[in-house]
């Protein structure tokens, strides 16, 4: 009888120490859960409401420092023959730049007189021009004074517009190149010298040891082809912006 009673004791005894094994397996469990549980919410932090997700297509170009937007539109194209009877093709796009900021900021764009094709590309010399906002409408007949008014913008290809808070400025940028050459160049983007990582795969004549600040300076990228796809591309340098406080 004593025996018996002995082997009962033995397995309430085991009965119990499972139990515990038991509960300190769901535990353990439950800990671990909550541990992954909080990884993964660091791992992931979410945007809050209040704070705006910004995506830039590829021919908007923000000035994040300066408060400056850029919006590049499509580019057009027409040929001319100007006073001496020179035959040229004309390609530009339209441009809208914005001053998002609440102080002036002054805009001063000028380009050389010529430029060079990229080295083995062509024998020519081309223009890159300022041209008014007239070119730049949609819908509008191209008329003989614009294209006589050209040659202004051929002899002087400088702008310089201080631009209020929330003030647009609207113009069009183009290139000039001769139709007896089949060396086509075309204005891509105006951009502030900041965006420029986005286009590392294209020659820079943009001289990197400069004094002006690249958030304050104001590029133009060019496009070269031989009438398929574009070949190769150019970052030129054309100006830059000052803030005004």
């Known amino acids: 009888m004593p025996l018996v009673t002995l082997q009962v004791g033995l397995s309430l005894t085991n009965v119990a120490s499972e139990r515990s094994a038991d509960s300190e397996c769901v535990r ?13 919410c660091s791992a992931n932090p979410q945007t809050s409401k209040g704070e705006p997700q910004i995506e830039n297509g590829p021919n908007l170009h923000p000035a994040a420092r300066t408060g400056l937007r850029i919006d590049n539109g499509i580019n057009r194209g027409t040929g001319y023959t100007d006073a001496l009877g020179t035959d040229h093709n004309l390609r530009y796009i339209p441009i809208t730049i914005t001053n998002d900021s609440t102080n002036p900021i002054h805009l001063q764009i000028a380009f050389s007189k010529e430029y060079e094709y990229p080295i083995a590309f062509c024998d020519a010399q081309f223009n890159v021009i300022p041209m008014p906002k007239v070119w730049a409408l949609d ?9 006589d008014e050209l040659k202004h913008s051929v002899n002087k290809p400088s702008v310089n517009k201080t631009l209020e808070p929330g003030e647009e400025f609207v113009l069009a940028i183009g290139t000039r190149y001769p139709r007896a050459k089949n060396c086509f160049v075309l204005p891509n983007a105006l951009f502030v010298q900041g965006d420029s990582l986005k286009f590392q795969a294209c020659e820079s004549r943009i001289d990197q040891g400069g004094a002006t600040d690249p958030q304050l300076a104001v590029g133009l990228k060019l496009d070269f082809n031989r009438g398929e796809s574009n070949e190769s591309c150019m970052i030129i340098p054309c100006g830059q912006i000052r803030l005004l406080r």
């Open 28 to 40: 353990f469990r439950t800990i671990l859960g909550l541990l992954i549980l909080l990884m993964g």
């Open 139 to 147: 819908g509008g007949e191209i008329t003989d004074r614009m294209f």
